[in-house]
């Protein structure tokens, strides 16, 4: 299979990221090579790659950097689960069981200042040491594991380092999103539920 290139000068992290997962959804690729030149891209790219099982290597070019990506070969069932929409790990961590309670798409207030405050909690959320055991998505908080939200890399960075996403399917349907869901476990209210009372701390935004 072809080397496939990607352009994302001139994007930040989250957006670049936006842009290779996209390409990586619908193109199988063993091999991929992302121009960048911003050192948050290169960051966001590396660490993405690294988690879906590619060997990365960062070169520097005339006008920024090209981040490398050759994947590891892997079984079939490996590989449904190292890309986005894989089956989600449902073991339980040995640290305290967390659950981060997620009901919109911004904090505070609905204005860009609100939403830009969610991406970047969860963002910051994806580089901690202790990572929470669930994330619950209800209400407007479903839009952020939709196509084409900022909060898609780092939910994903979190899915794959073994956090579950939980995306209430009620509030889905409920905003027509059901089609446009990118990641994450399609539940019930109910099992949200469950995997509340079975947390031992829930923290809700």
């Known amino acids: 299979m072809e080397t496939i290139e990607i352009d994302c000068r001139n994007l930040e992290g989250s957006d670049s990221l936006t842009r290779v997962m996209a390409v990586l959804k619908s193109q199988k690729n063993n091999t991929i090579r992302v121009l960048v030149n911003t050192e948050s891209a290169i960051d966001s790219i590396s660490r993405f790659l690294g988690v879906q099982n590619f060997q990365v290597s960062v070169d520097s070019m005339v006008d920024g950097s090209i981040v490398e990506g050759s994947r590891i070969p892997l079984s079939e069932d490996s590989f449904e689960n190292a890309i986005p929409g894989g089956n989600l790990s449902t073991t339980k961590p040995t640290q305290p069981q967390t659950m981060v309670f997620i009901s919109s798409d911004y904090i505070g207030k609905e204005d860009d200042l609100g939403k830009d405050l969610m991406i970047n909690f969860i963002e910051n959320l994806s580089k901690m040491k202790q990572l929470p055991w669930n994330i619950a998505l209800v209400h407007c908080g479903v839009k952020l594991a939709a196509f084409p939200s900022k909060a898609l890399p780092p939910l994903k960075l979190l899915e794959q380092s073994g956090v579950n996403v939980l995306v209430c399917e009620k509030s889905l349907k409920g905003l027509g999103l059901d089609k446009e869901k990118f990641l994450g476990k399609t539940v019930s209210t109910m099992e949200i539920l469950s ?10 935004l």
Do not use: G
């Not at 995997?195 to 809700?204: A, F, I």
């Open 195 to 204: 995997s509340m009372q079975e947390s031992e701390k829930v923290v809700q």
